[in-house]
């Protein structure tokens, strides 16, 4: 019989079967269950019932404003990488209802729907995309302001992280620290090997749900705890990867492998502000927002107070916003950033300058997206290469 | 902005040009909003709903479709002489709409090989937007315009506030959505990038690329996007035709016509 205990830091096996149990588990306490789907040729964040569903023997070739998908037999159930969509879809939704307000004879009635949100498990999740996901908390729940429908979100949500033993060549979370081995912020992480799942208890939550499922036990292998020579085994998988991320060179004919130089990031921005490259980086760029909204920690949001026609239905409207669109920089009398050139450089100044100021952090993970995703491919890593390599004198 | 919050009800009227009345009927289409706006204006002069019609001036007029006949020219002083703030909904009066793609070729040529007596029809050489004949307040975009800023629209100037209708991307909609790019995932030249949003993205979510219904975006790079197209594969002349339909004659996109018609360009292959 295996043992039923779990505690965070135990590891255990998994087969595929596990994986559906765990699923299984999940919805019977009441969770959303979302994960890597395809679908529209990419592999998105979709409700997930069955491990099934899940792009087994699918990989994703990303370069700059390109994401194509191909069938490789070889490949396991997470060898994808990142998609256009992250956690920030489901904790920070595109357009959300802050408050409902109805009028009567009586008088204005607060009609926000109070129920809380539906609890939310998330499988797949990166290193790239916890270190997003601390990043949003610390915008959203640090300092005296805490956005109360995020955190509402944020404590009802249940991580199945992975461990990236693949990475795309837009990948560079190995020069911002951020994986590819994930963690720490998981309730359980995923290494994929021979076929099975190794898997790492990372909370209570976590530890809680790997004792049902071993008391449980999977047909083929009853959640079997992992020995210290089989974790450090497990655990060199990732860092097999970084280290090869360090090591990848550009190939002829072949997408340029990322990677950012950070040594002095914020200093090398604040002093090149007047750099021709922004200038030559608008020209390309469209101010489409693509980026932005693909980021996994850009915030920014609008705020709006709507009625309808009869004036007896009011409701104060967020969505996303971005600092491309002229939007963003509208004031009284003005627009602050009028160019491209100009509302580039505060994308890119914010995301790995005062990104630093204002959060301790770099707002960057290396995840990638905004190359993938950008519809003429500008990659912020070259972008900074250009201005590292001839800085403004 | 003009506001024209006034105690009566404001008197709403709407005019038609050149155009297929789609316009007109996205308003008729607003079901269930379309008895609201009823409460909240007087509709005096709506021939596509009501045969009453009660003569000028109006508070807001709502004006579709192009400039296209002699005749237009006086009609549409004297609508603007009537109405104190003027609103054009929709591709054909905000840039001419696909009637304008004539403005490239002969009109007389046309006349000849369509009607049996050319002489019975009058037609200006060029479709033109209301704009370019009289001043405009307000501009809904779109072939069709989208029912629901037809409804902001509405509301807005009956309070006095400023419309909230956005001028930036169709992307900003598309990734709001959770829509996959078409553009990086399938490879189609997808307008989005450069074409002002209000659809809510409905091409790319329904898995085809945007064909620009709501004209130019704020800022648009149809040199950069295009050539991007181009180093992918796309020929000169399907992007081409990409820009010249509902909006082909708006500035913009006239000018990218142009440029990809007139064979490589240096700036744009830089
Ligand atoms: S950036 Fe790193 S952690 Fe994120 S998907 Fe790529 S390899 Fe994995
Ligand atoms: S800036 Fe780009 S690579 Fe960095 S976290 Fe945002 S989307 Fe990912
Ligand atoms: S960098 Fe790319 S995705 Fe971002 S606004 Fe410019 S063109 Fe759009
Ligand atoms: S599908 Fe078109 S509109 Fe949508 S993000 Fe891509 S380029 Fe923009």
Known sequence: MPDSSSIPGDWRWLDADGLQILIDLLRGRGFRVVGPRIADGAIVIGDIDSAAQLPTGWLDDQDGGSYRLRQDKAAGTFDHV???????????????????????????????????????????????????????DRVFLGGDHVDPAYKARRERLFLLAVNCRRAAATCFCHSMGCGPAAGPGFDLALTETDGRFAVETGSEAGAALLAELAARGSPVTPAEILDEAAIEQVRDIPRRLGREMHARRAEPGRPVPRSLDTDGIRDLLFSNLEHPRWQQVADRCLSCANCTLVCPTCFCSSVSDVADLSGDHASRERQWASCFTLEHSQMHGGNARPTVASRYRQWLTHKLAGWIDQFGSSGCTGCGRCITWCPVGIDLTAEVAAIREAPTP | MTTVATAKKPRLAVFKFASCDGCQLQLLDAEGQLRAIADQVEIDHFLEARSRSLPGPYDIGLVEGSISTPADIPRILEIRRQCRFLVT??????????????????????????????????????????????????????????????????????????????TYSVCVECKMRGTVCVAVARGIACLGPVTQAGCDALCPAHDRECFGCFGPSQQPNLVSLNGFYERQGASRERLGRLVQSFNAWSPEFHAEHDRLAGGPDTEADR
């Open chain 2, 89 to 166: 909904i929709g591709a054909c009066a905000t840039s001419g709409g696909i009637q304008a793609l004539r403005n490239w070729g002969q009109v007389d040529e046309f006349l000849g090989a369509v009607y049996a007596t050319p002489a019975y029809v009058q037609s200006l050489e060029k479709s033109t937007a209301i704009a370019d004949h009289v001043p405009v307040d307000f501009e809904l975009r779109g072939c069709p315009i989208d029912t629901r800023q037809l409804v902001e629209l509405v509301s807005a100037v009956v309070v006095g506030r400023r419309p909230r209708v956005p």
């Open chain 1, 82 to 136: 990142v998609g256009p969509h992250s956690l920030k879809n489901f904790l920070f939704p595109a357009r959300e209802t802050l408050q409902h307000w109805t009028r009567d004879d009586r008088g204005w009635h607060d009609t926000t729907p109070a129920e809380p949100p539906r609890p939310l498990a998330v499988i797949g999740v990166r290193g790239c995309d916890l270190a997003a996901l601390a990043i949003q």
